[in-house]
């Protein structure tokens, strides 16, 4: 892509210590790596080729020869490689002494920098319009997807849009392409700017969509804080507790989900999850079709295409500062990012930190240092990761002790779902209630308006926790609803036995339930043991999802030669 002499950044994401690693460029020609090493808290800058070059110029980076012997010092352990006056790479001083960090075919320094600094830079315009065969061919693509899903196989249109970049060229994207989709925004107080909510709306009024709001007020999602605890990173519940589950729900109510075609805005290559993706696939659990609409565009391409093919401004706080627009504290962000939601949204801000806090504690590191580097994002505990390699499990399996905040008729609703869901019935002995499901036993003591919850046993473990926290403790998050195929379910948790077919996604997916359960292994055996069990459930879960996920694609790939073949056919007629 065309770029103008303006340091681009760009973020290679992939895990909590990579979306810390940006590269700088200037004219296509890499400058720097920064990347903030979190374990030591330290941030480093590694100068590239046209850096170094300008080191040399500056007199701000020492030389060494091919060799490596030093020509002239450096007094910040940088310095450029120099064979024969040309610059062939850069060295870094290291407790081994200096040691060549990158090689390059050899150039004169100041010839180099000076050809970079007489090159003119070309106007947004100019680069739009360098780029305008290619936005041309990926509008074709969303036009022909359009054809198929719609126009071919009568879906209703449903595209999520949050106010962001992607989400509102999406809109842009399937309005030019005829496309008769309804929307849904979703606001979480004192997680988004309200000026959000007024920006979405206003762009359905200019584009003539249908609208729906889904709202999230504070007292619900503290509540769902003190039971699921901040989200992190690998952890953020949030995303499809206030977001992905309830917008379906809503799309289930309005058309049916079998209905309907799921829109979404995204960029293939922002994150690893998307870029192995295709464009088009179905949701193994809900059957859905989902379809990313932009998928292929460059960020810089995205801000183009609004501004100068739809006229069309991006939120303000992207000019302000941030790199995309997501939840206040979202443990997404940068460090810079979360920074600005401190500065510009502080009194929403502080409403998470009592959470955060939570997160810095369970780290074992000082909360103020914690907050002040925003490491409560990565969440697991650090030296407890360093030790997964040598923790050993203990044979013997002591007692688990749990305390849960009750909700009113839980004793009608554990005798309802013990029965659907573990094809047994709960006893009541003296002043315990007592679960028992294979070789486990949960012993339940109500104390006021909390239950002590004990397990013992080997197998079975977690149904019977899940099944038992989840009937006394739920808090109505609708995860379940939303993913429960034959509407058996109602909350507070209550299964329908005469619906139910025990498929258990309801408490395989139950937050509040697997948050217990990890919580029981971290007793009982060790961190360890929970975070195995839970990468070795969801690698399981994949498996299962990869192979109906084929099965489900083809069938629908199958419908897309037919349409096209019969949309050509209409074409050639008229």
């Avoid at 390059?104 to 319009?129: H, I, M, N, Q």
């Avoid at 193994?284 to 183009?304: C, D, R, W």
Wanted: net charge positive; glycine share 6%; with cysteine.
């Amino acid at each position: 892509m065309f770029v103008g002499t303006r340091f681009t950044m760009v973020n290679v994401d992939g895990d909590a210590l990579a979306d810390h690693v940006y590269e700088y460029f200037v004219l296509e020609e890499p400058f720097a790596l920064v990347y903030f090493y979190l374990p030591e808290l330290k941030l480093d800058v590694v100068p590239r080729k046209l850096l170094v070059a300008l080191g040399i110029v500056e007199d701000v980076v020492g030389i060494v020869d091919e060799d490596l012997r030093i020509v002239r010092d450096s007094e910040n352990g940088i310095y450029a490689v120099i064979e024969r006056g040309k610059l062939v790479g850069c060295a870094l001083r290291t407790e081994q002494g200096i040691e060549v960090f990158e090689r390059w075919e050899g150039v004169d320094p100041y010839t180099y920098v000076l050809r970079f600094a007489s090159r003119g830079t070309p106007s947004l315009a100019e680069v739009y319009r360098a780029n305008k065969e290619y936005i041309d061919t990926l509008v074709e693509k969303v036009r022909r997807a359009v054809d198929w899903f719609e126009h071919g196989l009568g879906r209703k249109g449903w595209l999520a849009i949050s106010g962001g970049k992607d989400s509102v060229l999406a809109a842009y994207l399937l309005h030019e392409a005829e496309s008769n989709f309804d929307a849904v925004y979703t606001h979480i107080e004192r997680g988004d700017p309200e000026h959000v909510r007024s920006y979405v709306e206003k762009l359905s009024t200019k584009l003539g969509f249908k609208l729906y709001v889904i709202e999230h007020r504070w007292s619900k999602i503290s509540k769902l804080l003190e039971a699921f605890g901040a989200p992190f990173r690998g952890y953020r519940w949030c995303t499809y507790v206030f977001k992905f589950y309830p917008q379906l729900d809503l799309a289930k109510k309005i058309h049916g989900l079998e209905k309907i075609v799921s829109y979404t805005g995204s960029r293939r290559y922002e994150t690893f999850k998307r870029s192995i993706k295709p464009a088009t696939y179905v949701d193994v659990e809900l059957g859905v079709v989902n379809h990313s609409v932009p998928y292929k565009f460059p960020k810089l391409l995205v801000y183009l295409v609004l501004r100068y093919r739809y006229g069309e401004q991006l939120l303000k706080d992207y000019l302000l500062g941030f790199e995309r627009l997501s939840c206040i504290s979202c443990p997404y962000k940068s460090c810079f990012e979360l920074k600005l939601s401190e500065q510009l949204y502080g009194s929403d801000f502080d409403a998470w930190k009592p959470y955060l806090e939570k997160i810095c504690l369970s780290m074992g590191m000082d909360v103020a240092t914690c907050l002040r580097y925003h490491a409560w994002r990565f969440g697991y505990q650090i030296e407890e990761l360093r030790e997964f390699s040598t923790s050993i499990a203990s044979a013997s399996l002591p007692r688990f002790v749990s305390v849960v905040e009750i909700v009113d008729g839980f004793e009608e609703r554990l005798e309802t779902n013990c029965r659907a869901l573990l094809s047994t019935e709960p006893l009541r002995i003296g002043d315990e209630i007592l679960v028992r499901y294979r070789s486990t036993t949960v012993r339940i003591r109500i104390e006021g308006r909390r239950a002590r919850i004990a397990v013992e046993g080997e197998r079975g473990w977690f149904r019977a926790i899940a099944v038992t926290i989840a009937s006394l403790g739920c808090v109505s998050c609708g995860l379940c609803i939303a993913k429960c195929r034959n509407n058996a379910i109602e909350l507070p948790f209550r299964v329908d036995a005469s619906r139910c077919t025990k498929c258990m996604l309801c408490i395989d997916s139950c937050p509040l339930a697997i948050r217990s359960f990890l919580g029981y292994l971290c007793e009982t055996r060790s961190p360890y043991h929970a975070y195995r069990w839970l990468q070795r459930t969801r690698k399981i879960r994949s498996e299962e999802y990869i192979e109906r996920a084929k099965q489900l694609e083809e069938e629908l790939y199958r419908t897309k030669t037919t349409i096209g073949t019969a949309n050509e056919a209409y074409r050639n007629q008229t």
